[in-house]
């Protein structure tokens, strides 16, 4: 079972692959990460968790979120990791958490894909050419990723150095914490009330009152609703103005996306 949570694409179009090419079930988190469902997942086959990189981890409530639920059936997973091109202590994380669950990790893949980080001034978003160059080239990279799994083999990604650990461990959840808020999103005039912001939010954050978005205190910067607004309406703080919201739908011709 191919389990995935996405923000703006990149997560679910890997994902969306990886389940094709290996004639398997593709489960979105989003809903029940959205109303705090709970109950067991069950697969025969290997579990394959495809998640994007923040703060060069996993997403802490997405990790929070798996940790909470039991994993039935077959006690295999994978991780597969899109990131704009580094996935940090991701690999770590991943070993640890499997062997919290009782699972066998059989390894990682690291997709590289188009920044989605609008709301953030550290780094700038990706070119049109980087865009599609790193789409291409991720489109090509399942078709041997696909092959691994399902001779179950071992997945390798790069070396983690411990200095990279010892600066992400404590850096990432402070950052997580202060950093990933909501208090500088708001909607301009331009704003129709069509509720979309809010239906997006995966963590339930967003409420339309009075026709306007209203943004609660739990957000992880998932950037869904900053960039699936279809009239370009919100704004992050002096940070988002005149800049291009990156979806991932914009680049492929897939009707699913
Ligand atoms: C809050 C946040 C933090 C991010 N941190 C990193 C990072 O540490 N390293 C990196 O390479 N990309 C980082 N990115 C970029 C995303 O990992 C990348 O664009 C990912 O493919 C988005 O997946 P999605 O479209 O499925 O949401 C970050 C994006 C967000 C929104
Ligand atoms: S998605 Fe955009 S236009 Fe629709 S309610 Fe939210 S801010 Fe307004
Ligand atoms: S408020 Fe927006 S950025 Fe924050 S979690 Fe919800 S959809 Fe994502």
């Given amino acids: 079972m191919v389990l995935y949570f996405s923000g703006t694409g990149n997560t679910q179009y890997i994902a969306k692959l990886i389940a094709d090419g290996l004639n398997d079930e593709c489960l979105d988190l989003f809903d029940r990460i959205r109303s705090n469902d709970k109950s067991p997942l069950y697969s025969e086959k290997t579990y394959i968790i495809c998640t994007p990189i923040y703060v060069c981890k996993m997403p802490l409530f997405l990790i929070k979120y798996l940790k909470s639920i039991r994993f039935k059936g077959n006690n295999k997973v994978y991780f597969v990791f899109t990131s704009g091109g580094y996935c940090g ?9 499997s062997i919290r669950k009782k699972l066998k990790c059989l390894g990682c893949a690291e997709f590289v894909m188009p920044r989605n980080y609008v709301a953030n001034n550290m780094y700038s978003m990706d070119d049109e050419d980087v865009i599609r160059f790193k789409i291409s080239n991720s489109t090509k990279k399942v078709k041997q990723v696909v092959e691994n799994i399902k001779n179950e083999k071992k ?77 370009n309406a919100i704004e992050y703080g002096n940070i988002t103005e005149g800049k291009k919201r990156y979806l991932l739908k914009d680049y492929v011709n897939d009707k699913a996306m």
């Fill in 89 to 97: 202590s991701a690999k770590i994380q991943a070993k640890i958490f």
């Fill in 155 to 231: 997945l390798k990604t790069r070396h983690v150095w411990l200095f990279e650990i010892l600066i992400i461990t404590p850096f990432a959840p402070l950052w997580t914490k202060y950093k990933l808020v909501a208090k500088d999103f708001y909607s301009t005039n331009e704003c129709i009330g069509c509720r979309i912001c809010e239906k997006v939010c995966p963590l339930n954050n967003i409420k339309i009152v009075d026709g306007k978005p209203l943004w609660g205190k739990s957000c992880t910067h998932c950037m869904a609703c900053i960039s699936k607004c279809p009239k």
